[in-house]
């Protein structure tokens, strides 16, 4: 059987990491649209990424030299024909493997598919793979086991399989926990030590058991969570003041990466700092770009216990209210509606939503009242993506 594996030009990958840099499309709107895998759109990503630096590199002409003393080299150890020579021009063997997957062309006029593959040490097998999106029953399986663990995040993989049965869906616990992966959930419970983390990635104690907490500014935390859309789904971090519960700022994702939540952070210490700072263990908290800046300015850190999301209680609280009173009330269908639907729900939470264990007061009140030096309200708009901004 002849399978016809599909051509992208370097237009189209261009176009697409474009739409992705963007933030303005959900993954799976990006994979409708082209009819590639969100994979392959997370190498081209990365790729393209590793790339940019050489355009502004200034490595000395010593270096350069060097570099392709090395590439001649490999010419001569391989004895290839001169168009292959020409293909191995950029010394490709130094790059990763998604940014060799790019390098392919399935029109080269002289060398095979077979061929380019052999060069550049990629499995072919692995350029053959029809891509496949997410579908619409398969988002509305992830919204539903969103909305159920809001209300019992204590249910593991097989509870949440037999609620799903329960409404009538054939579902076994292998597609339950792969969902609920893909979502970034899991369920609170004490958890034995079966597996190391990135052992580059220091792991903090918890530093809140018993304290108490007296004036804003004493301890903030952060947290990830999964916010749906008609079309796919958007990723949101919070930064929040445990005393006054205001909401320092926040920023959407459409990858459940380092870099928003990192941004984010340097945005709201640029105006002020707390003592103590508290995240859970995931990996865009525990690595040393978003540790870094807090313990420059002296701040101590804090994570949460393994399986312990009660350790960051009051972000989970934030969570439970801004999907039961604004996600779940609203059907957003692009990122920069749910931007702006969330944007119009903080300022609301912040300024006009009391809160009973405040005295009835709102976040702003509480925070403003203390001197806080994070008074200005410009930086949080400020911190939010201008394009979004503008609509």
């Known amino acids: 059987m002849t399978i016809n594996r599909k051509k992208h030009s370097t237009q189209t990958k261009v176009k697409v990491v474009l739409d992705v840099l963007k933030g303005e499309k959900t993954r799976a709107e990006i994979t409708a649209k082209y009819g590639i895998h969100a994979t392959q759109i997370n190498n081209w990503k990365k790729a393209v990424l590793e790339v940019i630096p050489e355009a502004f590199s200034t490595k000395s002409k010593q270096q350069d030299n060097d ?24 010394n490709p063997m130094t790059l990763t493997l998604a940014t060799r997957k790019m390098w392919i062309e399935p029109g080269h ?10 060069l550049l040490s990629i499995n072919r097998s692995s350029l053959y793979y029809r891509p496949v999106g997410i579908d619409d029953y398969t988002l509305m399986l992830m919204h539903e086991l969103d909305k159920q663990y809001t209300e019992t995040p204590f249910y593991g993989v097989l509870k949440m399989t037999e609620h799903l049965r329960s409404q009538g869906h054939q579902v076994n616990p292998k597609r339950g926990r792969r969902l609920l992966r893909q979502m ?5 419970y004490p958890k034995p030590r079966l597996s190391q983390g990135n052992s580059e990635h220091k792991i903090y104690p918890y530093l809140l058991r018993n304290l108490q907490i007296e004036r804003c500014n004493q301890v903030w935390s952060t947290d990830i969570t999964y916010i749906r859309m008609k079309h796919g789904f958007v990723y949101l971090m919070a930064i929040i003041d445990w005393h006054s519960r205001y909401v320092l700022n ?8 380092a870099d928003f939540c990192i941004a984010a952070l340097n945005e709201t210490l640029s105006s002020s700092q707390c003592e103590i700072f508290n995240t859970d263990q995931g990996s865009q908290f525990t690595t040393n770009r978003f540790t870094g800046p807090l313990l420059e300015k002296g701040i101590r850190v804090s994570m949460d216990g393994r399986g312990r999301a009660l350790d960051n209680i009051f972000v989970e609280r934030l ?8 996600v779940y009330l609203n059907d957003f269908q692009t990122v920069n509606e ?16 009391i809160h009973q264990s405040l005295d009835y007061r709102t976040p702003a009140e509480v925070y403003y009242k203390s001197g806080s030096r994070y008074f200005c309200e410009s930086l949080f708009w400020a911190s939010q993506p201008k394009q979004a901004a503008k609509t």
């Open 67 to 90: 570099q392709q003393a090395l590439v001649d080299d490999l010419y001569k150890q391989i004895g290839q024909l001169k168009v292959e020579n020409d293909f191995l021009k950029k």
């Open 319 to 326: 969570w439970r209210s801004v999907k039961y009173e604004k």
């Open 184 to 188: 970034g959930l899991e369920a609170v």
């Open 250 to 257: 926040w920023a959407l994702s459409t990858t459940m990466d």
């Open 338 to 353: 749910a931007y702006l639907g969330l944007k119009d729900y903080f300022e609301f939470y912040n300024h006009r939503r």
């Open 109 to 118: 006029s002289e060398l095979s598919i077979r061929k380019q593959c052999c």
